[in-house]
């Protein structure tokens, strides 16, 4: 059971550049969240889907957008980057209700030079 | 969404009880209390949650106050695995998890 899943771990991007963080789960769950989080700082969400083909945004959305084609798939789109988007990602998913426990992946670490 | 308030650091020794504590005066009534932490480099793991009464689970309880407005997550016997930083999170009929600063709890060997 490979619970929540993203790729990649590590990446270092140029400004401008563009590139796809990837988060998928195997527990069929409804929710799904993207969040980031700077150096000694707490999570902020970006994004958020309630089911495939629903999303919303977040505290932080701006230079960010993101699909949800499937129920295991959460896929977060950086079209721009800039230093101010170096971060750690982290995905999260959970079944719908505000009891259900939520379940994060290890996250990916971004720099932006 | 309904803000918590969390000490920023606390210290603890190495196999003794440790409370965090937890202020949430703007509480609804269908608000679930959430408890997270997140271990260095890691995302986080979910600990314990409750509406009303008192929680426990293998990893800590969960005390609540009779008004709602706290609460206390309790590890009843503290190692150095429990070194983290703890979110406490009111998780709303929208059903989001917002994440606050967090108390990050050291223990001490």
């Known amino acids: 059971n490979a619970g929540v899943t993203q790729t990649p771990k590590f990446r270092i991007l140029k400004i401008g550049q563009s590139m796809t963080l990837q988060c998928a789960q195997d527990?069929?769950?409804?929710?799904m969240y993207w969040y980031r989080q700077d150096p000694g700082m707490g999570l902020k969400l970006i994004y958020y889907?309630?089911?495939?083909?629903?999303?919303d945004k977040g505290e932080v959305p701006n230079g960010y957008n993101v699909s949800r084609s499937t129920t295991e798939d959460f896929p977060l789109r950086l079209e721009l980057a800039a230093p101010s988007q170096t971060s750690v990602y982290f995905c999260?998913?959970?079944?719908?209700?505000?009891?259900?426990?939520?379940?994060f992946g290890q996250g990916t670490r971004l720099t932006v030079v | 969404d309904a803000k918590t308030t969390q000490p920023n650091s606390m210290e603890s020794n190495e196999e003794e009880p440790v409370h965090l504590p937890c202020n949430h005066s703007?509480?609804?009534?269908?608000?679930?209390i959430h408890w997270y932490r997140q271990l260095p480099s890691q995302g986080p793991e979910y600990v314990i949650h409750?509406?009303?009464s008192n929680v426990n689970n293998r990893m800590a309880s969960l005390a609540i106050a009779e008004d709602r407005k706290s609460s206390t997550l309790i590890l009843h016997r503290a190692t150095l695995r429990d070194a983290a930083v703890y979110y406490c999170?009111?998780?709303?009929?929208?059903?989001?998890?917002?994440f606050g600063t967090g108390t990050r709890l050291t223990i001490i060997p």
């Open positions: 999260a998913s959970s079944f719908r209700g505000a009891s259900t426990e939520a379940f």
């Open positions: 527990m069929n769950h409804n929710y």
């Open positions: 889907s309630v089911g495939a083909g629903i999303t």
């Open positions: 703007t509480i609804s009534g269908t608000d679930y």
């Open positions: 409750g509406l009303t």
């Open positions: 999170i009111l998780r709303d009929e929208d059903e989001k998890l917002t």
